[in-house]
Every structure is written in structure tokens, then in C-alpha cells.
């Protein structure tokens, strides 16, 4: 190490001779070849990826969990997650590097690996469990809880105790999910504000026109659906009667926070309208910040994909290190999905024309006309 009267110099600021000498991979005396060492080298720099990436989610959310948000602290959160979605959207060509690694050339090392497996990636166990990803979404993968599997190794080695560690901390912590619940249940509907007395009135008559905007916006859509002869008119109803009921139960949802607080169906009610009404100068943030929540998501899911895909490719439908399907398994948790609200409001927003009439839209900054003006 430095002392503190040398100059600065590039090697020991990035701690390169450390960082370049952690590449022997097992203790087994030896030389990984060119292809081990790019195995290596590849896994890693995804690690030190993930590093920066949990850092700026927190970030991202503890600026959200602010009790009041200012305006202006959400472009910040914004640029944190953007710069989470352009690392994962980087990342996706570090897949075509791993490619460059044949079947042949993974197979005359991969077995001294077992059981070793990305399986055990404590940092992207880390980065979900920061998202709030629902661990019962892992189950439904079907090979066991990854959390745990880590747990269990825990006393092996003091790797394992540093991943079991950092998985206990980061699900003290809130989630970015939770804190984007917070924040859009605050969100003024129409003008009104939870602490309103008259806010559970605003949010009713809310759902109700919008329920009903729906439903005539349907009767055209049937019209349409059945004048095509695709499906009968009937059956175009039908259909859209259960997305009505959806939307109702989506809209209506019971609570999940247990203190009295309309939570869910407020939560919904603010996705729907930053959505509908997304043109509304003081909706240009929200919209903007949910936005990069699903282009995070989305590119997520996108890293996942071609991860799935790369493996495909090097080991066929082959047993995985880590024991599990491989592929089969994979493809089950490009099912996952955080931000699920964000998904279903897009199921059900109307055309701009069919939406209901916003009376008071000049509490947003927004002027229909010059003449409302003066
Ligand atoms: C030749 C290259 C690779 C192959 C054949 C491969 C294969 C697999 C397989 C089969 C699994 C499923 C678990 C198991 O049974 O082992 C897995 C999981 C995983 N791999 Fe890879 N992998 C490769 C490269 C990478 C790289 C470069 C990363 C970068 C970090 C990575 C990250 C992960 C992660 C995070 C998981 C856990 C996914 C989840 O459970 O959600 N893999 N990999």
C-alpha cells in the first residue's frame, strides 16, 4: 500500500495489483487456461458491475423514500436508475464476449467447478431482494430457494459468511418497490391528497368514471372486433367484460398494508392517472421516473434472456453446475417480475380521446386554452 507522502499513481488507486492478481481461480496449483481465464474474467467484471448497481439503487431509493420528495431530487433518483438500465444494457454484449467460449472449450474445465454456479451470485440475490422481488416468485422457478442454498454454505468459508451477511442486511432494508408505493400513494389524484378529508370520495368517483369510460370505450371495441369476423361479437364482449372486471379488481384491490390505509388501491389509482394523464407539466417527472423503473425492469429481464440463451448455446439443455435443469430452469425465472403494477396498469389504459375529462387540470400546470388564461 501507498503511504500517504507518495504521489498518486494509477496502479495503486485502482488497486491493480491486487485486482490483477485474482484470477488463479480453484486452489488446485493450476494455470487456468486462456479460456478459464476469460471464464473468469468475465464473471468477474459482471460481479464488479452488480457492485456499482446495488449502490445507486440504494441511492435511488432512499431518495424516494424522502418524506417529502422534492421536485427536484427526482431527476436525481432517475439518473440512477438510468445508470443501472445502461450498465445491464452494456452488459448485454458481454454475453456475445462469453460466446466466444465452444462447447468444447467450456467442457475441458467446467467439471472441476461443481458445484460452484452463478446460482450463488449473492450480489444479484442482493440486487432482488433491494428491487423487492417476492421470493415466492423464486419457488414457482422450481430448484429450491437460492437464499437459503447460500446460508447453508455460509459456514464453509468466510466468502460464505460475507454472502450470507450481505443477504441478512439487505433484507432489513426497505425495498425500492416499497418506497415507490410510498411515494406514488402520496401522489395528488385529481388535486387530492391522502390527507384530504374528502381524498376516499375523489379516488371513488376516480374509478367510477374511469370504469365507465371503459365500458363505452368496449362497445366500440366490440363493434370493431366483431364487424372483423376474427371473433364473434358475442365473444368480444365477453372478453371484454372479464378485462372490465379486471380492471375493477386491479383498481379496487383490498389493502396490504394493515393500518388502515387504502395503500394498493391508491397506489394503482396514482399508476393509472400519472399514465393517462402523462402530458400534464407537473406529471412530466412521475411519468419520467416510471418510466425508468420499467426500462430497468425491462432491460432486467433482457439481461436474464440473453444470459439463458448465451447458456443454450455453450451447454445445450444440460444439468447446470449448480444442479439445477439449466435452461429449463432459466427460462422459468425470466417469469420474474418486480414492478408488477407498472405491467398490468398498461393493460388496461384507454386512448386519450375515451379518457375521462380532467376538471381540475390547471392544479398540474397545464392551461387548455389562451383564453383560460386571462
Ligand atoms: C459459459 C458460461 C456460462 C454458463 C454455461 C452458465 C450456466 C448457468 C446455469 C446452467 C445456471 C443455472 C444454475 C445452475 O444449475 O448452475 C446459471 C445461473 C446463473 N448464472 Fe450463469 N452461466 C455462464 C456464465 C455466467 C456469467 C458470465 C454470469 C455473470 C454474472 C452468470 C450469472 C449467473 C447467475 C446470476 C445465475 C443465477 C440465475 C438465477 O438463478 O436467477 N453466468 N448459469
Known amino acids: 500500500m501507498p503511504?500517504?507522502?507518495?504521489?498518486?499513481?494509477?496502479?495503486?488507486?485502482?488497486?491493480?495489483?491486487?485486482?490483477?492478481?485474482?484470477?488463479?481461480?480453484?486452489?488446485?496449483?493450476?494455470?487456468?487456461?486462456?479460456?478459464?481465464?476469460?471464464?473468469?474474467?468475465?464473471?468477474?467484471?459482471?460481479?464488479?458491475?452488480?457492485?456499482?448497481?446495488l449502490r445507486e439503487v440504494r441511492l435511488a431509493r432512499d431518495a424516494v423514500s424522502a418524506e417529502l420528495v422534492q421536485e427536484e431530487s427526482v431527476p436525481l433518483v432517475v439518473r440512477h436508475l438510468q445508470r443501472v438500465a445502461k450498465i445491464f444494457e452494456h452488459s448485454m454484449s458481454q454475453w456475445a464476449v462469453m460466446e466466444t467460449l465452444t462447447p468444447q472449450d467450456f467442457l475441458a474445465f467446467r467439471d472441476k467447478l461443481v458445484p460452484a454456479s452463478g446460482f450463488q451470485s449473492y450480489q444479484l440475490r442482493e440486487l432482488e431482494i433491494l428491487l423487492g422481488l417476492d421470493p415466492a416468485q423464486?419457488?414457482?422457478?422450481?430448484f429450491g430457494d437460492p437464499v437459503r442454498a447460500i446460508y447453508e454454505l455460509a459456514d464453509d468459508s468466510s466468502g460464505g459468511k460475507v454472502a450470507m451477511q450481505s443477504l441478512q442486511a439487505a433484507m432489513k432494508e426497505s425495498s425500492l418497490a416499497d418506497a415507490l408505493n410510498e411515494w406514488l400513494y402520496r401522489t395528488p389524484i385529481r388535486a387530492s391528497v391522502p390527507r384530504d378529508p374528502g381524498d376516499p370520495e375523489v379516488i371513488e368517483s376516480f374509478i367510477e368514471e374511469y370504469l365507465a369510460a371503459q365500458s363505452a370505450h368496449h362497445e366500440s371495441q366490440a363493434r370493431i372486433y366483431g364487424s372483423q369476423g376474427t371473433v364473434t361479437a358475442e365473444e368480444a364482449t365477453q372478453r371484454l367484460r372479464k378485462s372490465l372486471d379486471e380492471t375493477q379488481a386491479f383498481l379496487r384491490a383490498t389493502d396490504i398494508a394493515g393500518d388502515g390505509r387504502q395503500v394498493r388501491s391508491r397506489v394503482r389509482c396514482a399508476l393509472l392517472f400519472i399514465e393517462s394523464y402523462r402530458e400534464l407539466p407537473l406529471l412530466a417527472w412521475p411519468r419520467t421516473l416510471i418510466d425508468a423503473i420499467v426500462d430497468l425492469e425491462e432491460l432486467m429481464v433482457l439481461f436474464r434472456t440473453r444470459h439463458v440463451r448465451m447458456v443454450e448455446r455453450v451447454i445445450g439443455r444440460r444439468m447446470g453446475t449448480g444442479g439445477s435443469s439449466g435452461v429449463d430452469y432459466l427460462e422459468g425465472t425470466l417469469k420474474y417480475r418486480i414492478f408488477t403494477d407498472l405491467w398490468t396498469v398498461r393493460t388496461i389504459l384507454l386512448p386519450r380521446k375515451a379518457l375521462p375529462e380532467l376538471s381540475n387540470s390547471e392544479f398540474y400546470g397545464f392551461h387548455a386554452s389562451k383564453e383560460s388564461d386571462a
Request: aromatic share 12%.
Open 3 to 53: 503511504t500517504s507522502k507518495q504521489k498518486p499513481t494509477y496502479w495503486d488507486y485502482l488497486g491493480l495489483e491486487q485486482l490483477l492478481s485474482l484470477q488463479d481461480g480453484l486452489p488446485d496449483g493450476e494455470e487456468p487456461s486462456a479460456d478459464e481465464l476469460h471464464f473468469i474474467i468475465v464473471h468477474q467484471v459482471f460481479e464488479l458491475w452488480f457492485k456499482l448497481v
Open 138 to 142: 423464486r419457488e414457482s422457478s422450481g
